[in-house]
C-alpha cells in the first residue's frame, strides 16, 4: 500500500506539474494519473488502496469543504439568497428532463432508465467546483457579488437532491414502487445537516474560547486534528438518522468562523489549505483510478451526444436561476460555467445500478465514466480560463 501511495502522489504531482505547464488544469493530470495507474490500464495500485479508496476520497472531501466553510463570507451569502436556493435542485432537475427526452430516442431505453441515468449524471461536483471557488474568494474575483459563494453553497446542496432522486429511480427499476417519503427525505436532510452543524461549531468555538480566555492554548495542529474527528462524526451520522454530513461540516466550519476570533479562523483556513494540497492529489488520482475505460468503448457517439445536450438543459437551469440578480451577462455565463464538471458522485454511484442487476447498469456505468472524462476538464477548464475575464475582481 505504500507504494501505491508513493505512486499517487509522486506521478500525480508530476502529471499535474505537466498540466500547469501546458495550460492546463492540474486536475487532468491527477485523473489521467489515477486513470493510467488503476485497475482497467497499468494496474500498479494495491487492492488494498482501492478498496478504501471511497473512504479516502471523502476524507480528502470533508477538509476542502472545512477549508470552504472558513473561506465563506456568511454577510456575502444572505445577499444571495433565492437563486443560491434555486441552484440546489432547478439545475439538477432539468438536466435530468434533458436525459428523459434525450436518451429514449438516442439510447433506445425506457424513459425510467434514462431518468436513473440522469439522476447519476445530474449531480456536480463539489470536489472540483469547491477548491476553485474558494481560490477565487481567497483572490477576490465575483465576491462583490457573492457569485463563487452562491455557487459553492448550491454545489453542497446540489448532491443531496440529486443522491436521494438517484436511490428512488433505482428502486423504481428493481421493480419497487417510489417511497414518497423518499423525496421529503431532501428538506430534511439539508435541515438537519445546517441546525446540527451550527450546535457542534457552536460547541467547539466555545471550547477554543475557553481554553484561550483561561490561557490553556491548544495549538492550530491540534484544533486541525479535532475539527476533522468531529468532521468524521458528523458523516458517520448519515447511517443513523436522516441528514445531510456534508452539509453538517460546512454550516460548523461557518459557524466556528462566525464565532472565533478572526485571527484563529484564518489560521485554521490556512493550514486546511495546506492539508489540501495531499488530499488534491489523493482525491482525484482515486476519482481516476475508479474509471472503468473500458466501458467508455461500449457508449458510443450517442452516448456523448446525449451527456452534451444534457448540459444544455442544465444551462438552461441555471440562467432561470440568475432571473432577477444583478449579475450581468458575464457573470452569468460564468455561473453557467462553473457548474458543468461531474467527478465525485459519478465516480461513487456510476457502478450501483450495474451491481444491483438493472438492465441498464452497464450502459449507466459507461455514461458515467464518459460524463467524468468529459466535464471534469472541460469544466475545470472553463472556470480556469474565464474566471478573469468574466468576474470583476473586488
Not at 243 to 257: Q, R
Request: with cysteine; hydrophobic share 55%; aromatic share 8%.
Amino acid at each position: 500500500m505504500l507504494t501505491s501511495l508513493a505512486y499517487i502522489f509522486i506521478v500525480g504531482l508530476a502529471m499535474a506539474s505537466i498540466c500547469d505547464k501546458l495550460k492546463l488544469p492540474r486536475i487532468i493530470g491527477m485523473l489521467f494519473t489515477g486513470i493510467i495507474l488503476g485497475p482497467y490500464v497499468l494496474d500498479l495500485l494495491d487492492p488494498n488502496i482501492l478498496t478504501i479508496s471511497a473512504d479516502l476520497r471523502q476524507m480528502a472531501l470533508v477538509i476542502i469543504l472545512l477549508k470552504a466553510g472558513l473561506s465563506l463570507d456568511l454577510s456575502d451569502l444572505k445577499k444571495v439568497g433565492r437563486p443560491a436556493l434555486m441552484m440546489s435542485f432547478v439545475p439538477a432537475t432539468f438536466e435530468i428532463i434533458g436525459y428523459i427526452i434525450v436518451a429514449p430516442w438516442l439510447l433506445h431505453i425506457s424513459v425510467l432508465e434514462a431518468a436513473l441515468i440522469g439522476s447519476i449524471l445530474a449531480a456536480v461536483s463539489p470536489a472540483v467546483v469547491v477548491p476553485r471557488m474558494v481560490r477565487l474568494m481567497d483572490e477576490g474575483y465575483g465576491t462583490n457579488k457573492s457569485i463563487p459563494q452562491m455557487i459553492m453553497s448550491g454545489a453542497s446542496c446540489d448532491d443531496i437532491f440529486v443522491i436521494v432522486l438517484f436511490s428512488t429511480f433505482l428502486s423504481m427499476n428493481q421493480g419497487q414502487q417510489a417511497n414518497l417519503s423518499s423525496f421529503l427525505n431532501i428538506p430534511i436532510s439539508i435541515a438537519s445537516g445546517i441546525i446540527i452543524g451550527i450546535i457542534v461549531g457552536y460547541i467547539l468555538s466555545s471550547f477554543f474560547e475557553y481554553n484561550y480566555r483561561h490561557g490553556h492554548l491548544i495549538r492550530n495542529s491540534m484544533k486541525i486534528i479535532i475539527i476533522l474527528a468531529i468532521s468524521f462524526f458528523l458523516l458517520a451520522l448519515e447511517d443513523y438518522i436522516t441528514t445531510s454530513g456534508l452539509l453538517a461540516i460546512v454550516a460548523m466550519a461557518c459557524t466556528i468562523k462566525l464565532r472565533s476570533i478572526p485571527v484563529i479562523s484564518q489560521r485554521l483556513s490556512e493550514k486546511f489549505g495546506k492539508l489540501w494540497l495531499a488530499a488534491e492529489v489523493l482525491l482525484f488520482v482515486l476519482v481516476g483510478a475508479a474509471v472503468d475505460v473500458r466501458y467508455t468503448l461500449t457508449a458510443g457517439i450517442a452516448a456523448i451526444f446525449v451527456i452534451l445536450s444534457a448540459l444544455l438543459f442544465r444551462s438552461i437551469g441555471v440562467a432561470i436561476c440568475m432571473i432577477k440578480t444583478p449579475l450581468n451577462l458575464k457573470e452569468r455565463v460564468f455561473c453557467i460555467l462553473a457548474y458543468l464538471p461531474k467527478a465525485t458522485v459519478q465516480a461513487a454511484i456510476g457502478s450501483v445500478p450495474l451491481a444491483a442487476g438493472v438492465a441498464c447498469g452497464q450502459l449507466a456505468l459507461s455514461i458515467a465514466v464518459l460524463g467524468i472524462l468529459i466535464t471534469a476538464p472541460l469544466g475545470a477548464i472553463a472556470i480556469d480560463a474565464t474566471f478573469k475575464r468574466l468576474l470583476i475582481k473586488k
